[in-house]
């Protein structure tokens, strides 16, 4: 039987993930069985119950998935106890009627289950006092709605945010609003 498009396609991939790895002294495999390595990775990655095609679909909005982008300026970063997320906390523009204090919460992937989370967590904490734009996607959480960060743009820094005033208002701030998340949880709200 002739190979496929889409076979070629995950072979040539396969290659090159495995040409770009480091060469390891320590590993007994030729380039054909790293090859087949990540043929085999590959392939698994494309079913249609894994995690990567799961999380396109999200990201495309194919499963039903709503998502949002928000625009702000990083406050701070907290690891709530409760689930090991990160809790990313936002100021952005108020709305009289819909955000009337300007301040706005998301979230990370768990940070004990998912190497992204704690990546996305660390990185957002080192843009404490810059705007930057989150996609998030809308998930049901219990009762309740709340926004998981899927990625993030930086769009440079505040400058009140930056300064040393700014900061110490930025960590006052994201420190109660953390605090008033947590309680809510708690609550059941």
């Known amino acids: 039987m002739p190979i496929t498009e889409q076979e070629q396609q995950i072979i040539l991939s396969a290659i090159t993930a495995s040409a770009n790895e480091p060469?390891?002294?320590?590993?007994?495999?030729?380039?054909?069985?790293?090859?087949?390595?990540?043929?085999?990775?590959?392939?698994?990655?494309?079913?249609?119950?894994?995690?990567?095609?799961?999380?396109?679909?999200?990201?495309?909005?194919?499963?039903?998935?709503?998502?949002?982008?928000?625009?702000?300026?990083?406050?701070?970063?907290?690891?709530?106890?409760?689930?090991?997320?990160?809790?990313?906390?936002?100021?952005?523009?108020?709305?009289?009627?819909?955000?009337?204090?300007?301040?706005?919460?998301?979230?990370?992937?768990?940070?004990?289950?998912s190497g992204l989370g704690l990546k996305l967590s660390r990185q957002l904490r080192e843009l404490v006092g810059h705007k930057v734009v989150l996609t998030v996607e809308v998930r049901m959480a219990k009762e309740y709605k709340v926004r998981v960060v899927s990625h993030y743009s930086v769009v440079g820094r505040d400058e009140y945010f930056s300064s040393q005033q700014g900061f110490a208002e930025a960590q006052q701030i994201s420190r109660q609003e953390f605090q008033r998340v947590t309680e809510q949880k708690s609550l059941g709200r």
């Not at 990083?74 to 709530?80: K, N, Q, T």
Request: positive net charge.
């Open 23 to 113: 060469v390891d002294q320590n590993n007994p495999l030729t380039a054909e069985e790293r090859v087949i390595e990540k043929v085999t990775q590959f392939n698994a990655m494309l079913n249609e119950n894994s995690k990567v095609v799961k999380k396109l679909r999200a990201l495309n909005g194919q499963d039903g998935t709503e998502l949002k982008h928000i625009a702000g300026v990083v406050l701070g970063v907290y690891r709530e106890a409760s689930s090991t997320r990160g809790i990313v906390v936002l100021k952005t523009e108020p709305h009289e009627r819909w955000n009337p204090r300007g301040i706005e919460i998301a979230r990370t992937e768990r940070m004990d289950s």
